[in-house]
């Protein structure tokens, strides 16, 4: 196996970032440079992400993010082998924005050019940090995803199961906006619960009581919408107490469906007796204590080894794309700077 240095370029959403990832001939890999610059300030007045926004922002910084990682790393485009971009899914102006960039830089140093589903970037991950062997499960909790995923090759995953409607993140950001907290609400409501009473509240567990392992999140928000207008109807407000109990009650019904439907996602996957088995988690809400916590008891229960990359490669990186395109190259999936950006893009 050659060693390979590969630059990532990503841009789905509202974190623009560069990466430089070397990995050598036994495949140990190193993150030589990441660059990640967040948008939240830009579209912290409009209470979420607004797409026009973010492609302008990721048209006006990704050069800049390319150059930093390149000079972070020591190394200049001419020391590449091959660039990985981001192609999808995610919102259109962003994700055209880092295609644009990736393909002109190719043009220009003639590298071979990978496109990458970024769901995938977060599956593979845990081998980027932990050379995890295939197969392992893999839980992506995140603001804009929640699936299952058994990943058993570079680009083979078998779905399990994920959110019929909002992704955890999503709602952990509504609620602190229900609450009015600060954004992004998973820290915030976090930090809250710590000091609340999970049992005095208590919000649905939603589709416990269907098999399978889908997951939902929007009639929570609902019921936690009713809570607090019944405190604020019986009390003319809340409390800060009864805002921590809120967000306890809600952090212990998200935990306590994470929990369960990985249980059921995991008899699944031992069935395909791995040698190996390992749940591996990537995604912002894989930073929550509790939920972490709780996971990694559940995998005890079976067995199972419990892998969370730290939180700068779960969260959204270009890392994790230079590293899944090294494993697309190695894998002989062919390059091509004719590839096209994708705003939907199961896996
Ligand atoms: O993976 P990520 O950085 O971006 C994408 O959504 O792609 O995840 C961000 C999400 C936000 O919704 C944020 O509120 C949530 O992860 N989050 C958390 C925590 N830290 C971040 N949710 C719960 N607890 C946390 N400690
Ligand atoms: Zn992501």
């Known amino acids: 196996m050659a060693a390979l ?8 959403c509202d974190d623009s970032a560069a990466a430089v990832v070397r990995a050598d001939e036994n495949g140990v890999a190193e ?7 967040g948008q939240t300030s830009l579209h912290a007045a409009f209470g979420g992400v607004v797409p026009e926004i973010a492609a302008r922002a990721h048209a006006e910084r990704l050069d800049y993010c390319v150059d930093r990682a390149l000079s972070e790393a020591g190394l200049s485009l001419h020391n590449i082998d091959g660039i990985a ?3 999808g899914p995610g919102l259109i102006g962003g994700v055209l924005s880092g295609v644009m960039l990736a393909k002109g830089l190719a043009a220009g140093a003639k590298r071979p050019l990978w496109g990458v589903n970024h769901l995938a970037g977060h599956a593979l991950t845990p081998r980027l940090t932990d050379g995890l062997p295939f197969p392992y499960l893999m839980l992506l909790v995140s603001g ?18 994920g959110t019929i409607d909002d992704a955890p993140g999503e709602a952990f950001d509504k609620v602190a906006k229900l609450l009015g907290l600060a954004q992004p609400g998973g820290p ?42 019944a405190l604020v109807a019986e009390k003319c407000g809340i409390t800060v107490q009864d805002r921590r109990d809120i967000c306890a009650g809600f952090q212990a019904a998200v935990t306590d469906v994470l929990a369960e439907k990985t249980h059921r996602a995991l ?12 749940l591996a988690v990537a995604g912002g809400v894989a930073a929550n204590k509790t939920i972490r916590a709780r996971l ?8 199972v080894r419990f892998v969370a990359p ?3 490669l779960c969260t959204d990186n270009a890392a994790m794309i230079a590293w899944a395109g090294i494993e697309q190259a190695r894998a002989g999936m062919p390059s091509g700077i004719d590839l096209v950006a994708r705003p939907r893009w199961p896996l």
């Open 5 to 12: 240095t590969f630059l990532g370029i990503e841009s789905s």
């Open 31 to 37: 993150v030589m440079a990441s660059v990640v610059e």
């Open 85 to 87: 971009v981001t192609s």
């Open 144 to 161: 804009g995803h929640c699936q299952f995923l058994i990943v058993e090759g570079v680009d083979r995953f078998r779905r399990l199961g």
């Open 188 to 229: 915030v409501v976090e930090r809250e619960a710590a000091d609340g009473n999970p049992a005095r509240f208590t919000f649905p567990r939603p589709l416990l009581d269907r098999p399978g392992c889908d997951l939902s999140f929007s009639g929570l928000k609902t019921a936690l919408l009713r809570a607090r207008d």
């Open 267 to 278: 008899a699944i996957y031992l069935e395909q007796r791995p040698l190996v088995p390992a």
């Open 296 to 303: 990694e008891t559940v995998c005890g229960e079976n067995g």
């Open 310 to 312: 730290p939180l700068r």
